[in-house]
């Protein structure tokens, strides 16, 4: 399921070219992963499983700029899995204008060994995954 949420621009999250710094979109687009994780009720299954989820790559591409008073919009959804990773598709928008687009891969560790948990292990709670064949 694809997540949306708002945020406005404040003035501490602009560079002195008065445009939102580069690195604030990475905050952005981590705060849309969590809103996916609360809306999608995966947050109470990673405690109860013991499971935590770190990035391990980002591809992104920058379009265009925001700046202060901007209301951006964070769209995030799952594009593509692998047998160890899951990979979220994210862009960033004001308007109608694509500001940033990004591919995130994170991979799933268990908190007691830190083995990595495959992500067919997580199909029966997280019902994204089950959209994709390879499973």
């Known amino acids: 399921m694809k997540t949306v949420m708002q945020k406005r621009i404040m003035n501490f999250q602009l560079d002195s070219f008065n445009m939102v ?6 905050e952005f687009m981590e705060e849309g992963r969590w809103q996916y994780c609360y809306e999608n009720n995966l947050m109470d299954e990673y405690q109860s499983r013991g499971i935590y989820h770190v990035v391990v790559n ?3 591409n920058y379009r265009s700029s925001a700046t202060i008073g901007d209301l951006i919009t964070i769209s995030t959804e799952l594009s593509r899995i692998t047998e160890k990773s899951v990979i979220f598709k994210q862009t960033v928008f004001r308007d109608e204008t694509i500001l940033v687009i990004a591919d995130i891969t994170n991979v799933f560790l268990n908190k007691t060994n830190h083995a990595v948990i495959a992500a067919k ?3 029966s709670f997280w019902d994204d995954l089950k959209l994709f064949q390879n499973l």
Request: zero cysteines; charged letters at 15%; hydrophobic letters at 50%.
């Open 21 to 26: 710094h580069h690195a604030r979109y990475l």
């Open 58 to 60: 980002i591809n992104i």
């Open 121 to 123: 292990e997580m199909a």
